[in-house]
């Protein structure tokens, strides 16, 4: 078996009319990724070598292979969505895992045998569930609420969490962002994937397009909420156990009123800012000046104890100013 491949520069796609609408009016990529930090820094691998035989194909759109019957170099175009990237493959999650941990080892001979065609996936749940080791980010509860979620009881098992979580690109991000702005921006691009790409969205549902500049005209300042806030800010049902929501609502049970956001009690500190708030509460009862640099959320920084303080210093100055009107009538009259 011989093979070429071909280096090609990666080329970013034309983005739909939403997209640039959110992003490039803000000075935002809308492709752009949630900065690599430590934990998503690229890695060899050890398993490269092993997975370059897959990246030789699968790492390009086009491939080259020996036909032994025709006894010529035969070129093929990868399909599309076939096609996946090493740098994005090992700055993700899974970038330790050689390819055949997931995939059957018969995909270690090509042409590949036609029946693993029909090879089932895995799910997040096959592998992070009922494990001590990922206890911690409640995956079961997770399932629970994403079969719950409109996405998966309007298809059923054809809408599985790689639908949303690309199992070869996706990585860790508002847990480990240092930008919130590019964290959203990744996180409402998973949304947009099929959301602002019909052809996408036509492969999971028979209505018709969806204008989402429409949808949303009832949104005052529309363009800076996209690129401010998540889609599940307002499309999911909060969850105080889970990190991020996944049970995605109906549109009709969406979050429209401001004040749900717009307020001390925000629902924003239950999911934009879950992890931030926890990371960056003081015994004081501040919140970090992320989440007042990044949002408008009227009493963020509001604190019990000093607001009390506060109220008696008001009403101890008022008394004093009373009581001393009260002494210069008094000494008035008897002057």
Known sequence: MKYKYW????VI????????????????????????????????SAFYDQNEQCFRCHGNSKYTYFNPVSEKDVSATM????????????TANHRSFACVDCHAAEYDTFPHPGQLRMEAPYNCIDCHGYDEQYAQYHFEEIEEEFQQSTHYTANGDAFTCWKCHNPHTYRINIRNS????QSIAYD????????SDFERFQLLSDREEINLIQKHEWLPNQGLHFSQVRCIECHARLNDSLMVAHRIMPKDKSVKRCVECHSQNSLLMSSLYKFQAKESRSDAGFLNSIILNDAFVIGANRNIILNRISLIVFFASLGLMLMHLLLRMIFKRND
């Open 13 to 44: 796609p034309f983005t739909l009319l939403l997209s640039n609408l959110v992003y490039v009016s803000f000075g935002l990529d809308p492709a752009a990724s949630a900065p690599l930090v430590a934990d998503t820094a690229f890695t060899k």
């Open 188 to 195: 409402n691009q998973i949304c947009l994937n099929c959301h």
């Open 79 to 90: 399909c599309e969505n076939r096609v996946i990237h090493r740098n994005e493959f090992y």
């Open 7 to 10: 280096r090609r520069s990666r």
């Open 178 to 181: 240092t930008s919130m702005q």
